[in-house]
């Protein structure tokens, strides 16, 4: 498989209409290079930026929705267009990611399960999802988190039990703590033997500078590609078979004891 993490940069300088435009343009630039497409969390208003949720969320089939699902359809690419402050029918905010097909149609939304900031921030405007979400690809499963999800393993623990191989991450990370963002998305793809896709945002939300540093880890733990500080679109082949693999040859997995799913029937 061919991904590309589009890090995008957020300023306060730009609208969230200009940044939505050239987020579309910059996914219909890897026609041809890539074929899952991955976005940050909240790249449309900043995840640090609370007191934008309010104004900009919008409905699931929002302006944000329509534009990433048409340039997923004019790319050819599975988009995962990171995440929105989405407002739903009875009102509440949450912290919504889309996941579109190469023809454009849905194909997943997931609700951030853990929200960040210590009651206060997120914590309190937006409300937790409950459901863990997986999508099927040709040739692999993707299991969906957002950002401080991150720090949570019990939940990546379920989506390998609901079949996830790559683990797909949109943050908006603090650069004062990236040493923990590279960590635990390397730890997640070790314990989990899967691949780990990490897409955060660079720039600066509300005043917190952003760690960027996009990284792509392999069922070993092995560094594929990072990203520097700054915009950039990281671009990684990987081969989607090697968690068979990696799962045969070392079946640590199987010897798990405390938290173990039932037997699918």
Request: net charge negative; glycine share 10%; hydrophobic share 45%.
């Amino acid at each position: 498989m061919r991904a590309s993490l589009i890090q995008i940069a957020v300023s306060e300088d730009e609208s969230v209409a200009s940044r939505r435009e050239r987020a579309a343009a910059l996914v219909r630039e890897q026609t041809g290079a890539a074929d899952l497409v991955v976005l940050p969390e909240l790249w449309t208003t900043g995840a640090f930026a609370y007191e934008q949720f309010g104004a900009e969320a919008e409905p699931l089939r929002g302006p944000t929705y329509e534009a990433m699902a048409e340039a997923a359809a004019d790319a050819g690419v599975w988009l995962h267009a990171g995440s929105i402050p989405e407002r739903g029918a009875e009102g509440a905010l949450y912290n919504t990611s889309l996941v579109f097909s190469p023809s454009g149609e849905p194909a997943a939304a997931y609700r951030k399960i853990h929200r960040f900031g210590f009651d206060k921030g997120e914590a309190v405007l937006m409300g937790a999802g409950r459901e863990l979400v997986t999508v099927r690809l040709p040739a692999t499963t993707l299991g969906l988190a957002t950002c401080y999800d991150l720090r949570f393993p019990e939940l990546f623990r379920g989506l390998v039990d609901a079949g996830a191989e790559v683990l797909v991450i949109p943050a908006g990370w603090p650069e004062r703590r990236r040493g923990h963002w590279t960590l635990l998305a390397r730890a997640r793809a070790v314990e989990n033997q899967a691949f780990v896709l990490a897409c955060g945002t660079a720039g600066t939300h509300a005043g917190v500078p952003q760690a960027g540093h996009s990284i792509v880890v392999d069922p070993w733990g092995e560094v594929l590609g990072e990203a520097g500080a700054g915009e950039e679109v990281l671009r990684v082949s990987f081969d989607a078979g090697k968690v068979g693999v990696t799962r045969e040859q070392f079946p640590a997995l199987k010897d798990r004891v405390l938290g173990v799913a039932a037997p699918r029937r």
